[in-house]
Each structure stands twice: as structure tokens, then as C-alpha cells.
């Protein structure tokens, strides 16, 4: 069993950063793909980005060049720089992906959520 729980949300600025964290517990996690989602209101949860347990990462268009995913130990990182008034969304961070990345359906494990919000 792994538990997930993100932190490092907040209110930023148009062009400002922020690093989100995600703390596993279960020692299963440092075996697993790790990704990160989001949730706008009244959308679906897309994906953001992912890494696999060998250090393949996967972005989503929109974030190449600005979000960079990483993990060590127990613990993954989302560092998103370059920030948009369009990246506002609650971000959740998941792991265990049994398929595509980009299906919520294939992943095991998820957190609660961390708010992102991004002022113009």
C-alpha cells in the first residue's frame, strides 16, 4: 500500500514558480512511475507529467519547457517555472501506472491534492 500526499500549493503571480512535493509512503513507491495531474473546475483531471522508475519523463504539451519532474527517495517534485493564469487547477500527484500515463484509469495510487493558483 503507498500513501501520497502533496504540498507546496499556493497563489503566485503570472511568470512566477512553484514547487509542488509529493511524499510516499511505502517502500513499493521507489519501483513505481510517479505522474502529476490537474483539475481545473468543471474539467477532467488531465495529466501534467510523469517519470518512470528507470527516469523517463513525459510532459504534456502545454508545460514542455516550463514543469520539470524529478524524484528522489521517497519523495517526487513537480517545478513549474514560467506559470500561467491557465495552469490554475488543484494538482494531484499519483503513482503506480499500469498503461498509458495519460488515463487516470491506469493509475494505482493518488493524493488529495494541492491548489495552484496563478494570478494575471
Known amino acids: 500500500q503507498v500513501q501520497l500526499v502533496e504540498s507546496g500549493g499556493g497563489l503566485v503571480q503570472a511568470g512566477g514558480s512553484l514547487r509542488l512535493s509529493c511524499k510516499a509512503s511505502?517502500?513499493?513507491?521507489?519501483?513505481?512511475?510517479v505522474g502529476w495531474f490537474r483539475q481545473a473546475p468543471e474539467q477532467e483531471r488531465a495529466f501534467v507529467a510523469a517519470?518512470?522508475?528507470?527516469?523517463g519523463s513525459t510532459y504534456v504539451d502545454s508545460v514542455k519547457g516550463r514543469f520539470t519532474i524529478s524524484r528522489e527517495r521517497n519523495m517526487a517534485y513537480l517545478q513549474m517555472n514560467d506559470l500561467k493564469p491557465e495552469d490554475t487547477a488543484v494538482y494531484f500527484c499519483?503513482?503506480?501506472?499500469?498503461?498509458?500515463?495519460?488515463?487516470?484509469?491506469?493509475?494505482?495510487?493518488w493524493g488529495q491534492g494541492t491548489q495552484v493558483t496563478v494570478s494575471s
Open positions: 511505502g517502500h513499493a513507491f521507489r519501483s513505481y512511475s
Open positions: 517519470l518512470n522508475w528507470g527516469g
Open positions: 499519483a503513482a503506480q501506472s499500469t498503461g498509458s500515463y495519460y488515463s487516470t484509469m491506469n493509475w494505482g495510487y
